[in-house]
């Protein structure tokens, strides 16, 4: 028991000795996001909307178009 309870302790202090500094938190204010589902630079644009179903052996377009 002893001798798991020292390779813990040394396995404790090389982790430590591995960590960076602690980096204080900060907070910065930001505005919220106008569109949350693109976050892109360039979000894609639809012209229109079209709905596919199957009927039967064929299938259907309903659309704008």
């Not at 979000?43 to 596919?52: G, N």
């Amino acid at each position: 028991m002893e001798e798991a309870r020292k390779l813990r302790s040394e396995f404790l202090q090389v982790l430590r000795s591995r960590r960076s500094g602690e980096v204080p938190m900060l907070v910065e204010p930001a505005k919220p996001v106008a569109n949350p589902l693109f976050q892109e630079a360039n979000p894609p644009s639809f012209s229109e909307v079209r709905i596919w179903f199957p009927f039967g052996n064929a299938l259907y377009q309903f659309g704008t178009a």
